[in-house]
């Protein structure tokens, strides 16, 4: 069902959700990629997938190319126009993403960019969940789907 619907908001409800699987979720983030008419509709699909595959605690989830599939969608997402209004959000991302790689002192980097970003961009008490990196799977959801919200607002 999910394949032929052509309903963002349906799909944006399935994505956001905590109580969803994970498959059903990543599914229907693919299928907002794949419908998106503007560039922020397309980073939104793209920051939910990486959403989904970084924050997930279940490593029987993570598809076997997971970092191959990270880098691939992250160069996706910074070629979008909108990037730069979404950096602190993919910084965040990115910085999860080192840590998976074991790279602990680029994570911190990345977080602490992130951080620094927030300030400057406005997101106000937002900035506080960019230091935690979402210790469930829900709360990391309903993180980004928050800040993807807020960054957007601001976006032209």
Known sequence: ???????????????????ISLPVRRAA????????NTDLEHAYGLVSLLSQLLNDPDKRNRPTD??????????RLKQLPTAEDLRPLILQLEAKHELANNSVEESKR????????????????????????????EHATNTNCRLFTMAAWRSP
Do not use: H, Y
């Open 1 to 19: 069902r999910i394949d032929a619907t052509q309903n963002w908001a349906a799909l944006n409800s399935v994505v956001c959700s905590g109580t």
């Open 29 to 36: 983030a693919w299928r907002m990629v794949d419908l998106a």
């Open 66 to 75: 997971a970092r191959e599939l990270a880098d691939t969608l992250f160069n």
């Open 110 to 137: 990345k977080f602490d960019q992130a951080l620094k970003n927030l300030s400057r961009q406005g997101f106000g008490t937002i900035r506080g969940e960019v230091t935690i990196p979402g210790s469930t799977r």
